[in-house]
């Protein structure tokens, strides 16, 4: 990172993604899943139960699986989203006048360490930007309280703002727009998939400031609702509506769907690696599938979308299958970055704190 002497000495931005092991070692992987399953925001069950599946069902046998997964995508400098996570945070450091540090949920770079290391430079202004463009418990919020809690511990007097999930900020469309445009009009298509990650459906409904709205109503999702400012099956299709529409998509020509599924308890449907497999057999040969979820690519995009995905769908009869790529560093989604690291420098901000008295507003 950028750390020269011209950078303003009180404020800074933190970016927040995931993470990822620090190679594909089995015992890197098992230490990284043990992180992150032990995270109460992911598998949201009493503690002894939570530790008994994962001591007893996931880690003995998952890491070598998932290490494996890892070794089809892994590049020559390390894990593709932590390479690319990099990548973008230099690339806005350079284009702003604050320091920008870069720390993971689960794994290294450590969101301790970033916040130590701006602690170390007098930092006591600092734009937290979570890089999920859609609210969800196992994302976006678990990323904040983690930076939430290592700065009451470390940094008190440190203020800080964050940043409230983009999905359907204009530029952030555009962005999305711009990398999927050159395939629409290059490539033969008879259909678009926006894969988004799955999550519990009791996640959506403990998300529910009310209590009594979300996966009530068939139609929730497109009535308005205050909920809908934390409801990620909401954004996700107002994302999809949204870009469909820059991209002059027609309602029929494209479907949402969520993968990467984990237990037996209901998830949000439909299953996209169902899906993939029941479109040949509806006519649609030529896929082209996206995974706005993710800002950068990763496993669940490279190896679960990219390959198992494609191999689903041709063994199904698909004849043509295009995945598009995420933002990753893309120019116009450092623009976006840097449009909200602006408004911060120049508006400043109070500290927004996860709680359910202080939640962003909804739409």
Known sequence: MNTTSTKSPNKAVLLLNLGSPDSTDTQDVRRYLREFLSDERVLDIPAPVRQTILNLFILPFRPRQSGEAYEKIWTDEGSPLIVTSYQVCDLLDNRVDIPVELGMRYGNPSTEDAIRRLKGRGINDLLII????????????????????????????????????????????????????????????DHVLYSYHGIPERHIRKGDPSGCYCLRYEDCCQR?????????????????????HA??????????TFQSRLGNDPWLKPFTDKELERFPTRGIKKLVVLCPAFVSDCLE???????EGKESFEEAGGKHFVYVPCLNDHPRWIDVLEKFTREFINEGGAPLALTEQNQPAAE
């Open 247 to 256: 991209l002059d998509i027609p309602r029929e020509k494209y479907s949402v």
């Open 224 to 244: 308005k609702h205050p909920a809908q400012a934390m409801c990620y099956r909401h954004q996700v299709f107002e994302t999809s509506k949204l870009l469909s």
């Open 301 to 307: 995009t490279l190896e679960e979308i990219a390959m």
């Open 130 to 189: 979570p890089l999920y463009p859609h609210y969800a418990m196992s994302s976006y919020e678990t990323a904040v309280a983690k930076a939430q809690e290592v700065i009451e511990q470390v940094a008190p007097e440190m203020r800080y703002t964050v940043q409230p999930p983009f999905y359907n900020d204009p530029d952030y469309i555009a962005a999305l727009a711009e990398v999927t445009r050159e395939t629409l009009e290059e490539e033969e298509w």
